[in-house]
C-alpha cells in the first residue's frame, strides 16, 4: 500500500529540495559571528605620517583631482575625484572644498598635480585666494589595477596654506591579493548598510574598481590626524 500517491510523493520531494535551498542560501548570504569580515583581521596602514591632532586652525580643506600620472588614464583618475572627496567628508574633520579639472586646467595649465611634482609659481596664494582654504590635500595613484586581482596605492599628502607645512602624509598599497583588505573590504560594506537585513551582499565589492576604490580612500584617510 503506498501511503502517499505518486503525485503528492514527487511534490512533496520538490518541496523539500526547496526548502534545503533557501536554508544553504540563507547560510551563505548571511553573515554569521564567524565570518572574517565580521571579525577579522582587518588591513590596518602603517605607511602614514601625521600630527597628534589637527590644528583647530584647519577649518576649510581644498581637495586637487586625483592625480594618475603614467599609473591610469585621465578617465579612470577622474572617475576617483568623487570618491576621494565624498570619502574626506565622511570623516567630517573640516568643510571640504574641490577644485575640478576644468578649473585646474584654466587656473594652473594642467588638470592635475603629483604631490610629488613641483607646483606653479605661487600655488598655493593662488588657491587661497580662490577658495578661501586652510589646506590642500593632494592624491596621487601610484597603482591601479582594476581588473582581476584588483589593486590600488594611494599617495596623499595634506599641507598647510599659511606655512606650507606637510601635517599628514600617507602612502600604501591595497590589494585583494591580502587576505586582511578583502575581510575589510566585506566589513566596510556590511558596515554601510545600517537598518538594512543582514544579507551579504560585499563579493560584489570586490569586483568593482570604484567601489574598492572607495573603500581604499575610507581606510587612507581615516588616518588623518584627529581633532
Known amino acids: 500500500m503506498q501511503l502517499f500517491p505518486h503525485g503528492r510523493r514527487s511534490r512533496s520531494a520538490r518541496l523539500l529540495v526547496l526548502a ?24 590596518k596602514p602603517l605607511n602614514f605620517v601625521r600630527d597628534s591632532t589637527l590644528s583647530p586652525s584647519i577649518r576649510r580643506v581644498l581637495v586637487l583631482p586625483v592625480c594618475g600620472g603614467e599609473v591610469a588614464d585621465p578617465d579612470s583618475a577622474a572617475a576617483l575625484d568623487e570618491v576621494v572627496r565624498a570619502a574626506l567628508q ?14 585646474c586646467q584654466r587656473r594652473f595649465g594642467a588638470p592635475e598635480f603629483s604631490s610629488a611634482s613641483e607646483l606653479p609659481h ?11 582654504v586652510d589646506a590642500v590635500l593632494f592624491v596621487d595613484l601610484t597603482v591601479y589595477q582594476p581588473y582581476g586581482q584588483l589593486a590600488i596605492g594611494f599617495r596623499a599628502k595634506l ?23 578583502v575581510n575589510g573590504v566585506r566589513h566596510f560594506y556590511l558596515q554601510d548598510r545600517p537598518g538594512q ?13 570604484r567601489r574598492f576604490a572607495a573603500y581604499a580612500a575610507d581606510t587612507m584617510l ?5 581633532r
Not at 534545503?20 to 582587518?42: F, I, M, S, V, W
Not at 565622511?90 to 568643510?95: D, G, T
Not at 605661487?122 to 578661501?132: D, H, L, Q
Open 159 to 181: 599641507a598647510t596654506i599659511k606655512d606650507v607645512r606637510l601635517i599628514w602624509s600617507f602612502d600604501d598599497t591595497f590589494s585583494t591579493n591580502d587576505p586582511s583588505v
Open 122 to 132: 605661487n600655488f598655493m596664494g593662488e588657491v587661497a585666494r580662490a577658495y578661501a
Open 222 to 226: 581615516s588616518t588623518l590626524p584627529p
Open 20 to 43: 534545503l535551498a533557501a536554508a544553504l542560501a540563507g547560510c551563505a548570504t548571511h553573515p554569521g559571528p564567524l565570518d572574517k569580515a565580521r571579525r577579522g583581521p582587518y588591513y
Open 197 to 209: 537585513p543582514p544579507v551579504d551582499l560585499t563579493t560584489a565589492a570586490l569586483q568593482s574598481p
Open 90 to 103: 565622511k570623516q567630517s574633520r573640516f568643510e571640504v572644498v574641490s577644485m575640478n579639472r576644468v578649473d
